[in-house]
């Protein structure tokens, strides 16, 4: 039986602690993720007097792409509670707030 494969995009707020992790292996960490497929941390400007910013602590927006295939029986409510708690039980992650979900057609928005 061959099942449907579509894409979600997850955007949210993070801040990532780079002392306890360096941000590259907190984006492969995340990968790791079953049906996470992409991962994109944009780290907030440091001009911008509303964010935390200082030499260990970056807080951004967090973007991240899942990909249906690999389950079996897809609830994406589940699913999407489910990649966020991971997300939350990295140790680097201060916080993670996700804000949007959407459907990509086509791989795009």
Request: glycine share 4%; charged share 25%.
């Amino acid at each position: 039986m061959k099942r449907d494969s579509k894409t979600y995009k997850i955007v949210g707020r993070a801040s990532i602690n780079t002392t306890i992790t360096p941000q590259n292996e907190v984006m492969a960490d995340i990968r790791s993720i079953r049906g996470v497929t992409i991962v994109t941390f944009t780290p907030y400007s440091k001009d911008d007097p509303t964010m935390s910013y200082d030499n260990q602590n970056y807080e951004g927006e967090l973007d991240i792409k899942i990909d249906t295939f690999p389950f079996e029986n897809f609830d994406k409510n589940v699913v999407l509670k489910d990649i966020a708690a991971n997300i939350k039980k990295i140790p680097a992650i201060n916080y993670y707030r996700p804000t949007m979900v959407n459907l990509m057609e086509n791989g795009i928005i």
